[in-house]
């Protein structure tokens, strides 16, 4: 079945350094989502991403999607506390009603 | 306010109890997922439905059983609990063609 994979699994970055995490999946994407969930919360939805090699930004947030549709990209320029959390991937499967989530990767930002 | 409503938020609960994890959403949705998620890990689908009447198994094998008789209630049911069930189990909704989902708060369940 589909696979979908996301490294780091782990990053501790000082504030105001830049992370990046990327996500690979092992088939081909319609449209690929990322979700950030906080320690001790749900996953929230933040973006989908449809095009061969789109790119979005949501003010510190970068996403690409890569030519292939295979892979993807979130980067965050100069981290603050508030982006603590573990981020999501995931791809669409079964016909598009059913979504496979990567593997995810926390990230810690210290003071 | 759209929303989607998980009860309780946790349990703690003795081997071969029978419990049952609810889940509600007010955004009209017809597709609902149960999904299992240790600390710090991936999502597992464990059950979806597309739909009143309609309930599949998901990714990850499951003893649990689901069931879904109005659009806005998904309820999940364990039988008999076992402490190989102690996990975080997150309920969404999403709505048609390739939207997003929207995630319950979760339930964090305990079996001693």
């Known amino acids: 079945g589909q696979q979908v994979m996301q490294i780091p699994q782990y990053q501790h970055v000082q504030e105001g350094e830049d992370f990046t995490t990327y996500c690979n999946s092992s088939?081909?994407?319609?449209?690929i989502q990322w979700y950030k969930q906080r320690p001790g919360g749900h996953p929230v939805f933040l973006i989908q991403?449809?095009?061969?090699?789109e790119v979005k930004k949501q003010k510190r947030l970068t996403f690409q999607f890569g030519e292939a549709k295979k892979n993807s990209s979130l980067h965050i320029t100069a981290t603050q506390t508030t982006d603590v959390g573990t981020y999501f991937c995931a791809g669409p499967t079964g016909g598009g009603n059913k979504l496979t989530f990567g593997t995810g990767t926390q990230l810690k930002v210290e003071l | 306010e759209a929303d989607i409503y998980q009860t309780p938020r946790y349990l703690v609960i003795g081997t071969g109890k029978k419990i049952t994890l609810e889940c509600s959403q007010t955004m009209g949705h017809d597709k609902m997922y149960w999904y299992q998620q240790d600390p710090g890990m991936e999502l597992h689908l464990i059950h979806y439905s597309y739909g009143v009447n309609s309930t599949e198994k998901g990714d990850l094998s499951s003893e649990s059983t689901v069931s879904r008789i109005r659009t806005e209630h998904f309820p999940l049911t364990l039988e008999s609990a076992r402490p190989s069930h102690t996990s975080q189990y997150l309920c969404?909704?999403?709505?048609?063609?390739?939207?997003?989902?929207?995630f319950g708060p979760g339930t964090r369940l305990t079996v001693t």
């Open positions: 088939t081909t994407l319609s449209n």
């Open positions: 969404a909704s999403s709505g048609t063609g390739p939207h997003e989902q929207y």
């Open positions: 991403l449809v095009k061969s090699g």
